[in-house]
């Protein structure tokens, strides 16, 4: 399930600094978690691709992909 958008458009503007600090931070040395890895935040990444349509995410996620094993 998503969290509807345009609720409020202050809470998409945290959720896009949430993904530049990601970005930012770049991937993780830990083992693979879906919640606490790369591959959690490289899904961040898909979620907001889908939600802004920009693929800018789109293309951050695929670059982590390249780093979660």
């Not at 959690?40 to 691709?49: T, V």
Request: glycine share 10%.
């Amino acid at each position: 399930m998503d969290f509807p958008k345009d609720l409020d458009p202050e809470f998409e503007v945290i959720l896009g600094k949430a993904g530049e600090l990601i970005w930012q931070v770049g991937p993780l040395n830990k083992k693979i978690a879906l919640c606490h890895g790369t591959d959690g935040n490289g899904f961040a990444f898909l979620k907001l691709y889908k939600r802004t349509g920009k693929t800018l995410w789109l293309d951050r996620a695929r670059q982590f992909a390249m780093h979660a094993s």
